[in-house]
T-cell receptor, first 112, second 114 residues
Framework: DGGITQSPKYLFRKEGQNVTLSCEQN?????MYWYRQDPGQGLRLIYY???????QKGDIAEGYSVSREKKESFPLTVTSAQKNPTAFYLC???????????FGQGTRLTVV | AQSVTQLGSHVSVSEGALVLLRCNYS??????LFWYVQYPNQGLQLLLK??????LVKGINGFEAEFKKSETSFHLTKPSAHMSDAAEYFCAVSGSSNTGKLIFGQGTTLQVKP
């Protein structure tokens, strides 16, 4: 079945550590996105990529980094510079242009 | 710039009652609009979308939404609520650029009482 796979579902991080969230899609979509979800704040865009080896900052990119070496994969690294990383992270993908996005099941990151 | 406002962070209805979730948008270009549903600890699932064709859009699970340009609204409705409709609902607008970025509202939690 085609879809978007995020792993792990739950992730715990100690303060000062970097962690990487995985996102893989087999929908042959060109564009991929990372959103952060906090209670009462909707979804906020962290980074997006429209093509391999290219990506752009979203609204809240500070403390995060991404790579897009393959069309299918768009991993997100939460660095130690992100002061409040505890959140639910959602990866999405879409065809190019103004169209709907398809979402993965999310990764819940908790700082311990 | 685009923005979305969802009126009411929590809506409570009785089972069998009408569901109305409100969404107003701001857009400098003709908007593409979307409604998504999210169940606890899950991703978002597309309910329906408006992309400048018919103004009344029908989606999955009996939901529909009407695009009203004069009111800059895209409210979501369902004639009769089911317990399984209890979830969080997000309205989104496609950005003015051709990037596919979506701008989301704050979300509305729908509670369905027996």
């Amino acid at each position: 079945d085609g879809g978007i796979t995020q792993s792990p579902k739950y992730l715990f991080r100690k303060e000062g550590q970097n962690v990487t969230l995985s996102c893989e899609q087999n929908l042959n979509h060109d564009a991929m996105y990372w959103y952060r979800q906090d209670p009462g704040q909707g979804l906020r865009l962290i980074y997006y990529s429209q093509i391999v080896n290219d990506f752009q900052k979203g609204d809240i990119a500070e403390g995060y980094s991404v790579s897009r070496e393959k069309k299918e994969s768009f991993p997100l690294t939460v660095t130690s510079a992100q002061k409040n990383p505890t959140a639910f992270y959602l990866c999405a993908s879409s065809y190019s242009g103004r169209t709907e996005a398809f979402f993965g099941q999310g990764t819940r990151l908790t700082v311990v | 710039a685009q923005s979305v406002t969802q009126l009411g962070s929590h809506v409570s209805v009785s089972e069998g009652a009408l569901v109305l979730l409100r969404c107003n948008y701001s857009s400098s270009v003709p908007p593409y609009l979307f409604w998504y549903v999210q169940y606890p600890n899950q991703g978002l699932q597309l309910l329906l979308k408006y992309t400048s064709a018919a103004t009344l859009v029908k989606g999955i699970n009996g939901f529909e939404a009407e695009f009203k340009k004069s009111e800059t609204s895209f409210h979501l409705t369902k004639p009769s609520a089911h317990m399984s409709d209890a979830a969080e609902y997000f309205c989104a607008v496609s950005g003015s650029s051709n990037t596919g970025k979506l701008i989301f509202g704050q979300g509305t939690t729908l509670q369905v009482k027996p």
